[in-house]
C-alpha cells in the first residue's frame, strides 16, 4: 500500500481547489467591494465548490442512473432559485 | 440475492442501486428544505427589531476554522470511500474515523459559537434575525449531529461485518450525505456568513 | 389535578361531549370485538406488521373512507348553521374549529391517503414489479399518515381543535390570538404525517424509474404510472417546504420566537408566503393522480388507446414546473407591488394551457370511442363539464385586479371545491369503483354505484353554484352567520340542500360496499371490465407476489395485445421469488411519534425527551438489523396459481 494508491489525483485535486475557492470568497471581506460585485464572487464560488463536490466526490455520473440523479439535482436547484427568488420579490423587493 | 460481481460492492445488487438512487433523490429534497431556510433567512436577515445585526455579531476566525473542518472532513470521506473500494478495510476505516472526528471538532465550534451568539445578546428569542440564523444554523448542525451518529453505527458494522454488500453500500450513502452537508455549509458560509460580513 | 387540566377542551358543548363518550364506545367496542373474534393475531400479522404494497393500499383506502366522513361531518355541520340567517346552531368558536379542520381532514387526511393508496396499489402492478422499491419504508409511511391524522383527530376532545383556518395564517395562529393548545395540534399532526408522505415520494420515484418490467421504457408507461411519478416528484420538492414551515411555527408557538409575529422583526406575511410554496404545489399532487386515473378508465371505457400519449407526458410535466411558480396567487391583495402580482397572474393563466391539452386529449379519446357507460366512466364524463366550471373561475381568480374583488368571498369556495370535487373526489371514487374488483375479487353494484355518481354530481352543483351568487354578492368565508337583510339567505339554503343530497350520495356508496359485499357474485374474471394495462393480467385478488413470472413488455399496451394480438407477455418457468419480511417496527415506531407528538403538543418536555430517543434507537435498531428477506418457492407459487386459476 503507497501513500499514491490512497489519495488519488482527482481528489486531492479537487480539495485543493475548494480550498482556493474558499480563499476566493474571502476577497468579499477583506477587499471593499461593490454588493453587486461581492455577490456575484460569492454565487460563482459557491456554485463551482458545490459542483466539484458533486461530480468529483459524490461520484454522481458513474453509474447508469446518471440521468435520474442529474434531472433530480438540477430540478431541485431550480425550484430552489424559483422559491428563493420569488419569496424575495413577494416579502421584500415587492413593496416598492 | 444477486450479487453483480463486475460492479463496486455498493452497487452489487439490485437492492444497493435502489437505495443510492432513493437517497439522491432524498438529497433532491434536502436541498428545498434548504433552500427553504435560506428563502426565510434573507427575507428576515434584515429584520433585527431591537436585536443586533449580523455584522455585529459574526466573527470570522472561527467560521472559518468551521469551514476548512468541514471542507477537510468531506476529502477525508472521499479518500475512506476510495480505500473502501480498493477492498483496504483498514485505511477506510481510519479516514471514516478521522472524517468523524472532524465532524465533532466541527460540533465543538459551532456550539462555541452558539453560546457566543446567546452572550452577546442575540438568543432564539431576541428577533425574526436572530431566531432564523439558528434555524438555519442549528438545522445544517443536526444534520451533522445526526451524521455523527449515523457514521458511528456504519464503522461499528463495518469493523464487525466487514466490507460486504451491505456495509459499503451503507458507508456509500453516508459519504453522499456528508459530502452534502459540506455543500449547505459552503452555501451558509458565502450567504449567510460572508454576505453578512461584506 | 393540575396535570390533567391542560387536557380538558377549552370551549366545550354538549356535541364535543357527546363525541367523547362515542370514541370511547367505538374504541371499547372495536378492543372487545378483537378480543372475542381472537383475531389480535390476524390484525399483527395480516395488517399492522405488513409491508405488502396491496394490503398498505387498502389501509391507506380505509382510512381516507374513515376521514371523508370526518370531514364530510364537519362540512354539514357548516351548512346547517349558514342554513338561515342568525342561526344559534353553532357559535362562532365552533364554526372556526369545524371549517378548520374540515379544510384539513379532507386536504391531508382524506384526499393525500386516497391518492396514495391508489397509488400503492396500482402502481407496482402497473409496471410488473414484485413490491415498492423500499417496502418497509412504505409501511412506515403509512403508520406515520396514519398517527398523524389520529393526533389531528383526537384534537376536538382532548385539549381543543384548531380554529385558525386550514391555512393557519399568522399571527392568529401565533400564541397571541390561539391560546389553546389547538393550533400545536395542527403544526405536529401534519408534520407526523408530512414526514410519511415525504417518505412516500422517495420510495415511488425509485420504484417507477428502477423497477419496470423488461421492456418497459418511460414512455410505454400506463398513464396513471406516468401521474404517480409526477406526483412523487412534485412531493419530494414541495413537502420539505412544509416540514420548515411547520417547525418555524411550531418554534413561535412554543419557543417564543419571532419569525411570524408582529414584533421584533417578525413577518407574518412570510408564513402565507411559505405555507402556498407548499400549497399550490399541492393542489397538483392531489390532481395530476386523479387525472391519471381519469385518463386510466377514459380509454378503458371509450375502448380506444389514449389519444396523445405524448402530449399528456409533456403537459404533466410542464405542470409540474409550473406549479411551482404560482404560489403568489393566493395572496394578491396582501401588498406586494403591481409587478409581482402580474408575474404571478401570467404564470398562473399559463399553467391552464396544460390543463387545456389534457381535457382536449380526453374528448379527443372519446370521440369516436365505442364508449360504455360504467360506474367509473360516468364519474369520469361528469367531471369533464364540472370540473371547467371550476378551472374557467380559477382563471377569473388568477387575474390579480379582479382577485381584488372575488378575495375571500364565498365565490372562491365556491371555486376550488368545483376543481377539487369533480377533480379529485369523483376521480378517487372512479378509482376506486374501477379497482375494486382487483383489490377484493368481487365487483360494486353498477346501479347502486351509478345512482350515487349522479346524486353527489347533481348535489356538488347544487352545494357550490350558489356559492358564486353570494360571493359576488359580497358574503365573506369563514363568517359564522349573516343578518336576513343581507339576501345570503336563500343562497346558503340551497346550498345546505345540496350539502344533504352530497351525504346522501356518499351513503349511498357505503350502502353499495354493504351490499355488493354480500350479494355480488364472486366467479368474475381477473380482467372484468375488459381493460388494457397490466394489472388486470394477473389473477383478482392479487396472490402476494403479484406475477408469477415478470411480464415481457413491448408496446404501451401489452396486455390489450396480449388479448387481441396474441401476444405473449409470460415466458418461461417459474423461479423462486425474493419478496420482504414483515416487520412490527413500522408500527411501533409510528406509535412512538404518536406520543412524542402528544407531548410536543402540550409541550410536556420529559415525554418529548423520551419518545425522542425511542424513535433514535428504533432507527440504530434498524440499522444493525440483518434482514435479507424470504423466498417463495416453486412449489408454493404452482400451488399458489394453480388454486387461483381454478377460482376463475
Known amino acids: 500500500m503507497n501513500l499514491k494508491e490512497l489519495f488519488p489525483r482527482n481528489q486531492v485535486i479537487g480539495f485543493v481547489f475548494s480550498l482556493i475557492l474558499t480563499a476566493a470568497a474571502l476577497t468579499v471581506y477583506f477587499l471593499d467591494l461593490s454588493f453587486q460585485a461581492g455577490m456575484t464572487v460569492l454565487l460563482v464560488t459557491a456554485f463551482i465548490q458545490a459542483a466539484v463536490q458533486l461530480v468529483l466526490f459524490m461520484h454522481a455520473g458513474e453509474t447508469e442512473d446518471k440521468g435520474a440523479i442529474y434531472t433530480n439535482i438540477y430540478y431541485g436547484v431550480i425550484i430552489a432559485l424559483v422559491t428563493i427568488f420569488g419569496t424575495l420579490l413577494c416579502m421584500t423587493w415587492g413593496y416598492i | 440475492m444477486k450479487i453483480d460481481h463486475s460492479l463496486p460492492l455498493e452497487y452489487s445488487t439490485e437492492e444497493n442501486r435502489l437505495k443510492i438512487l432513493g437517497f439522491w433523490i432524498f438529497l433532491g429534497a434536502e436541498i428545498m428544505l434548504f433552500a427553504t431556510l435560506f428563502a426565510s433567512y434573507f427575507v428576515l436577515a434584515d429584520r433585527t427589531g431591537s436585536g443586533p445585526a449580523g455584522s455585529e455579531i459574526f466573527e470570522l476566525t472561527p467560521v472559518l476554522i468551521e469551514t476548512i473542518l468541514l471542507l477537510t472532513s468531506s476529502f477525508t470521506i472521499g479518500l475512506g470511500i476510495h480505500a473502501m473500494r480498493i477492498g483496504n478495510k483498514k485505511a477506510m476505516m481510519t479516514f471514516f474515523a478521522v472524517t468523524l472526528l472532524l465532524g465533532l471538532a466541527f460540533l465543538g465550534f459551532e456550539i462555541f459559537e452558539f453560546f457566543h451568539y446567546v452572550h452577546v445578546g442575540a438568543g432564539l428569542q431576541t428577533s425574526a434575525f436572530t431566531a432564523m440564523l439558528l434555524t438555519t444554523l442549528g438545522t445544517h448542525g443536526a444534520h451533522v449531529t445526526f451524521g455523527f451518529f449515523w457514521g458511528l453505527a456504519i464503522l461499528l458494522q463495518v469493523k464487525k461485518r466487514g466490507l460486504t454488500p451491505e456495509t459499503t453500500n451503507k458507508s456509500f450513502i453516508f459519504s453522499l450525505y456528508w459530502h452534502f452537508l459540506d455543500v449547505v455549509w459552503i452555501f451558509i458560509f458565502s450567504f449567510v456568513y460572508l454576505k453578512g460580513m461584506m | ?648
Request: glycine fraction near 8%; hydrophobic fraction near 50%; charged fraction near 10%.
Open chain 3, 1 to 648: 389535578m393540575e396535570f390533567f387540566e391542560r387536557f380538558a377542551v377549552p370551549h366545550p358543548s354538549p356535541a364535543i361531549y357527546a363525541s367523547m363518550v362515542a370514541i370511547g364506545l367505538t374504541v371499547i367496542a372495536i378492543l372487545a370485538g378483537l378480543t372475542y373474534f381472537k383475531k389480535w393475531g390476524y390484525l399483527w400479522r395480516e395488517w399492522l406488521t405488513t409491508v405488502d404494497h396491496k394490503r398498505i393500499g387498502i389501509m391507506y383506502l380505509i382510512s381516507a373512507l374513515l376521514m371523508l366522513f370526518r370531514g364530510g361531518a364537519d362540512a354539514i355541520m357548516m351548512r346547517a348553521q349558514l342554513a338561515v340567517p342568525e342561526n344559534q346552531l353553532l357559535d362562532a368558536q365552533h364554526y372556526n374549529e369545524i371549517f378548520t379542520t374540515h379544510g384539513v381532514v379532507m386536504i391531508i387526511f382524506m384526499a393525500m391517503p386516497f391518492i396514495m393508496g391508489l397509488m400503492n396499489f396500482v402502481v407496482p402492478l402497473q409496471i410488473g414489479a414484485r413490491d415498492v422499491a423500499f417496502p418497509r419504508l412504505n409501511a412506515l409511511s403509512f403508520w406515520l399518515f396514519f398517527m398523524g391524522a389520529m393526533l389531528f383527530n383526537i384534537s376536538f376532545v382532548v385539549g381543543g381543535s384548531p380554529d385558525a383556518g386550514w391555512t393557519s395564517y399568522f399571527p392568529l395562529a401565533g400564541t397571541e390570538f390561539s391560546e389553546s393548545v389547538g393550533s400545536n395540534y395542527f403544526m405536529i399532526a401534519i408534520q407526523i404525517a408530512g414526514l410519511g408522505t415525504l417518505m412516500t415520494g422517495i420510495n415511488f420515484i425509485t420504484t417507477i424509474l428502477k423497477m419496470r418490467a423488461p421492456g418497459m421504457t418511460l414512455m410505454k408507461m400506463p398513464m396513471f404510472t406516468w401521474s404517480a411519478l409526477i406526483t412523487n416528484a412534485i412531493i419530494v420538492f414541495a413537502f420539505p417546504v412544509l416540514t420548515v414551515l411547520l417547525a418555524m411555527g411550531t418554534m413561535d408557538r412554543l419557543f417564543a420566537t419571532n419569525f411570524f409575529t408582529t414584533d421584533n422583526g417578525g413577518m407574518d406575511m412570510l408564513w402565507a408566503n411559505l405555507f402556498w410554496v407548499w400549497g399550490h404545489p399541492e393542489v397538483y399532487i392531489l390532481v395530476l393522480p386523479a387525472f391519471g386515473v381519469y385518463s386510466e378508465v377514459i380509454s378503458t371505457f371509450a375502448r380506444r388507446n389514449l389519444y396523445g400519449y405524448k402530449s399528456m407526458v409533456a403537459s404533466m410535466v410542464i405542470i409540474s414546473l409550473l406549479s411551482f411558480l404560482v404560489w403568489a396567487h393566493h395572496f394578491f391583495t396582501m401588498g406586494q407591488g403591481a409587478l409581482a402580482n402580474s408575474i404571478f397572474s401570467i404564470t398562473t393563466m399559463a399553467i391552464a394551457v396544460p390543463t387545456g391539452v389534457k381535457i382536449f386529449n380526453w374528448l379527443l379519446t372519446l370521440w369516436k370511442g365505442k364508449i360504455v357507460i360504467t360506474t367509473p366512466m360516468l364519474y369520469s364524463i361528469l367531471f369533464i363539464p364540472l370540473f371547467t366550471i371550476g378551472g374557467v373561475t380559477g382563471v377569473m381568480l388568477g387575474m390579480s385586479a379582479a382577485d381584488y374583488q372575488y378575495h375571500n368571498t364565498m365565490f372562491l369556495v365556491a371555486h376550488f371545491h368545483m376543481v377539487i370535487i369533480p377533480g379529485v373526489v369523483f376521480a378517487m371514487l372512479a378509482g376506486l369503483t374501477y379497482w375494486w374488483p382487483k383489490m377484493f375479487g368481487f365487483m360494486l353494484n353498477e346501479k347502486i354505484g351509478k345512482s350515487a355518481a349522479w346524486t353527489i354530481a347533481i348535489s356538488t352543483l347544487v352545494a357550490f353554484m350558489p356559492m358564486f351568487f353570494s360571493g359576488l354578492d359580497g358574503q365573506a368565508r369563514r363568517m359564522y352567520t349573516y343578518s336576513e337583510s343581507t339576501g345570503f339567505g336563500i343562497w346558503n339554503m340551497i346550498s345546505f340542500i345540496g350539502a344533504a343530497g352530497l351525504a346522501i350520495g356518499f351513503a349511498l356508496i357505503v350502502y353499495n360496499v354493504y351490499y355488493s359485499v354480500r350479494y355480488s357474485p364472486r366467479n368474475i374474471s381477473a380482467d372484468p371490465w375488459d381493460a388494457r394495462t397490466l394489472e388486470w393480467a394477473t389473477h383478482s385478488p392479487v396472490p402476494e407476489y403479484n406475477f408469477a413470472n415478470v411480464p415481457q413488455i413491448d408496446s404501451i399496451e401489452t396486455f390489450w395485445d396480449s388479448k387481441k394480438k396474441g401476444h405473449i407477455m409470460f415466458k418461461g418457468d417459474y423461479e423462486k421469488i425474493h419478496m420482504p419480511n414483515n416487520s412490527g417496527m413500522p408500527f411501533i415506531m409510528s406509535c412512538i411519534f404518536f406520543a412524542w407528538g402528544f407531548s410536543f403538543v402540550f409541550a410536556m418536555w420529559i415525554p418529548l425527551i423520551i419518545t425522542t430517543i425511542g424513535i433514535l434507537v428504533c432507527m440504530a435498531l434498524r440499522s444493525f438489523e440483518k434482514d435479507h428477506g424470504h423466498y417463495i418457492s416453486v412449489e408454493e407459487i404452482e400451488e399458489t396459481e394453480t388454486k387461483l386459476r381454478g377460482a376463475k
